[in-house]
C-alpha cells in the first residue's frame, strides 16, 4: 500500500464528493416549493461547506501512521514548505473535520425547533444566530488548541517514527510540522511500559469532545422523533415531518463511519492494541475524503422530491440522447450514397 496509490484514491474521493455536493446544490436550489424554505437554506449552507471540505483533501492530502505508542498525522502536500506550514495545514484539516460535525449539530437543533416550537428565539434573534456562528467557528480552533497542547511534536515520536514516514511516504518527520502522541513509552532502566498520562489524558478529552457531541446529536434525533410521533398535526405534516427526520438520521451515520470511526481508530486503535489498527492508518484519508460523497448521495436518495428530480434528469439525458442518435442515423442515410449517386440521380 504505498503513498502514491492512497493519493490517487484520496483525489478520486474528492472530485467524485464536488462534483455530487454540487448536484445536491442544484437540487436544493431549483426547488421552488414554498414548504421548508429554513429547511433548504440550512441545507444549501451544509452542502457549500461540504463542497469546502471536500476540496481540502487533495490540497492537503493527509499522511496517517498508527503504532502502540499512539499516531502521527502530516500533511503529505505541505512536507516541503517548512515546520511551520505544514503544522498550519493539518491545524487548517482539523478545523475543517470538527466543522462538519457542528454543522451538523446546528442543522439538528434547527429541525428540533421547527417542529417542536421550542427555542425558537435561537433562529430568530440576530443575537443568538450570531452565538450558534460563533460557536461553530470557535469549537475547531479550540479543539485544535487542545491537540496542539497534547500532541505537538516532540523528539521522542520523531525518533520513533521517522524510520517508517520515510519508508511509506518520503517524509522526513525532522523537517516538518506533525501532531503524534506518545501515550506510552519503555522505561529505559527496567523496559517496563509506562503511560504517559498526559497524554492519555489529553487524548481522552480530545474523544470525549466528539463523543459527546455526537450523543447530543443523537439524543436530539430521539427527541425529534417522539415530538413528532406524538403531535397533533395532519397526516401530511407528518409524513414530511418524518421524511426530514429521516434525512436528518441518515446525515447522523454518515460521520459516525466517514469521520468518527476513523478518528477514534487513530487516537486509541494502536495504544489499545485493536486488530488491524496499525494497517488501518492508511485508510484513514481515504475515510474521510469519502465522507462527503456519502452524505450528499444519502440526501439525494433520501428524501423523495430530490431523488425525483434526479431521476426526471436522467430520463431527459437519456431521451436527448436517443434524439440526437435517431438525427444522426437519418443524416447519415440521407447522405449515404455520396457525391456520385447525387450526380447520377440528376442525370
Excluded at 84 to 105: E, G, H, P, Q
Excluded at 178 to 203: C, D, E, H
Excluded at 276 to 292: K, N, Q
Amino acid at each position: 500500500m504505498d503513498s502514491d496509490k492512497q493519493t490517487v484514491m484520496v483525489y478520486t474521493n474528492s472530485f467524485v464528493g464536488i462534483a455530487c455536493n454540487f448536484l445536491l446544490l442544484y437540487l436544493v436550489l431549483a426547488d421552488t416549493s414554498k414548504h421548508n424554505v429554513g429547511y433548504k437554506n440550512m441545507l444549501s449552507i451544509v452542502t457549500a461547506y461540504n463542497i469546502y471540505y471536500a476540496s481540502l483533501h487533495p490540497i492537503l492530502d493527509m499522511g496517517f501512521l498508527i503504532d502502540e505508542y499512539g499516531f502521527v498525522m502530516f500533511s503529505k502536500h505541505f512536507a516541503d514548505f517548512g515546520y511551520w506550514t505544514s503544522y498550519l495545514a493539518i491545524m487548517v484539516y482539523m478545523d475543517a473535520f470538527n466543522k462538519s460535525l457542528t454543522l451538523l449539530a446546528i442543522h439538528c437543533l434547527y429541525r428540533y425547533v421547527k417542529v417542536s416550537g421550542k427555542w425558537r428565539f435561537l433562529f430568530d434573534s440576530k443575537k443568538w444566530i450570531f452565538v450558534l456562528f460563533m460557536f461553530n467557528f470557535v469549537f475547531g480552533p479550540a479543539w485544535c488548541v487542545i491537540c496542539h497542547i497534547c500532541y505537538h511534536s516532540t523528539p521522542e515520536r520523531t525518533e520513533m517514527s521517522k524510520m517508517e514516514a520515510m519508508k511509506r511516504f518520503n517524509v522526513n518527520l525532522e523537517e516538518i510540522g506533525y501532531i503524534g502522541p506518545v501515550m506510552k513509552w519503555p522505561n529505559p532502566q527496567t523496559g517496563a511500559m509506562q503511560i504517559r498520562w498526559f497524554n492519555v489524558l489529553g487524548s481522552f478529552g480530545c474523544s470525549s469532545i466528539l463523543l459527546i457531541l455526537y450523543a447530543i446529536i443523537c439524543l436530539g434525533c430521539v427527541r425529534l422523533y417522539r415530538f413528532i410521533s406524538t403531535s397533533m398535526v395532519s397526516e401530511r405534516t407528518k409524513k414530511l415531518n418524518y421524511q426530514l427526520l429521516r434525512l436528518l438520521l441518515i446525515q447522523t451515520i454518515a460521520p459516525l463511519i466517514f469521520e468518527y470511526i476513523p478518528c477514534i481508530m487513530a487516537i486509541w486503535g494502536g495504544f489499545i492494541g485493536m486488530p488491524f489498527a496499525l494497517e488501518f492508518g492508511w485508510w484513514i484519508p481515504i475515510c474521510t475524503s469519502a465522507y462527503s460523497i456519502a452524505d450528499s448521495l444519502m440526501v439525494i436518495i433520501g428524501f423523495k422530491a430530490y431523488r425525483e428530480r434526479l431521476f426526471a434528469i436522467l430520463r431527459l439525458f437519456r431521451f436527448s440522447n436517443k434524439i440526437l442518435s435517431s438525427s444522426e442515423a437519418s443524416d447519415h442515410r440521407t447522405t449515404k450514397g455520396g457525391p456520385s449517386e447525387i450526380y447520377s440521380s440528376n442525370t
